[in-house]
T-cell receptor, first 112, second 112 residues
């Protein structure tokens, strides 16, 4: 069935370093790829998204890249800060369809 | 915490009991969703609704029921048929089905 795999499950970086989280999806019809950040005890919040007609999107320290051929997309966080510590979820959907499939999440620790 | 409100924050269920989780949004969103979050498993779709008086099963609908009598409200009932209901339940809404979600703050359900 449809699936989104996310790696790594845990990531620890030093403050100021970059962090990269990778996801692959199985449904080639997927065309919308959001990323959510969930801080401890709080709700997930949309931080960036990308549609299949775009290969890369950037918003300040956060960027997402998409490789449709490989069915692979990644989140890049530069100049990490302690407040970036959270669980990050990738997701894929057909956008306009009904199902958003989530990855299992990556717990990011940024050490000061 | 404006936009989408879930209540209660914590809920305890006895064996054989049905409980209802509330989800209300004032974002004028057409689509609403219920997800279940278990550690290490990401978010799994229980039910979703694209319009009033219509809803569809997600991947793990067994033991759950919903209603959508008003655009603003999408309550979830966890029935006694759900054998392992202890989890964190998240309600979400979106302006267009499948695109960026706004999540509620969640309800943590525990069986006692």
């Amino acid at each position: 069935g449809e699936n989104v795999e996310q790696h790594p499950s845990t990531l620890s970086v030093q403050e100021g370093d970059s962090a990269v989280i990778k996801c692959t999806y199985s449904d080639s019809a997927s065309n919308y790829f959001p990323w959510y950040k969930q801080e401890l005890g709080k709700r997930p919040q949309l931080i960036i998204d990308i549609r299949s007609n775009v290969g890369e999107k950037k918003d300040q320290r956060i960027a997402v890249t998409l490789n449709k051929t490989a069915k692979h997309f990644s989140l890049h966080i530069t100049e990490t800060q302690p407040e970036d510590s959270a669980v990050y979820f990738c997701a894929a959907s057909k956008g306009g369809g009904f199902k958003t499939i989530f990855g299992a999440g990556t717990r990011l620790f940024v050490k000061a | 915490d404006g936009g989408i409100t879930q209540s209660p924050k914590y809920l305890f269920r006895k064996e054989g009991q049905n409980v209802t989780l509330s989800c209300e949004q004032n974002l004028n969103h057409d689509a609403m969703y219920w997800y279940r979050q278990d550690p290490g498993q990401g978010l799994r779709l229980i039910y979703y609704s694209q319009i009033v008086n219509d809803f569809q099963k997600g991947d793990i609908a067994e033991g759950y029921s919903v209603s959508r009598e008003k655009k603003e409200s999408f309550p979830l009932t966890v029935t006694s048929a759900q054998k392992n209901p202890t989890a964190f339940y998240l309600c979400a809404s979106s302006a267009s089905t499948g695109y960026g979600y706004t999540f509620g703050s969640g309800t943590r359900l525990t069986v006692v």
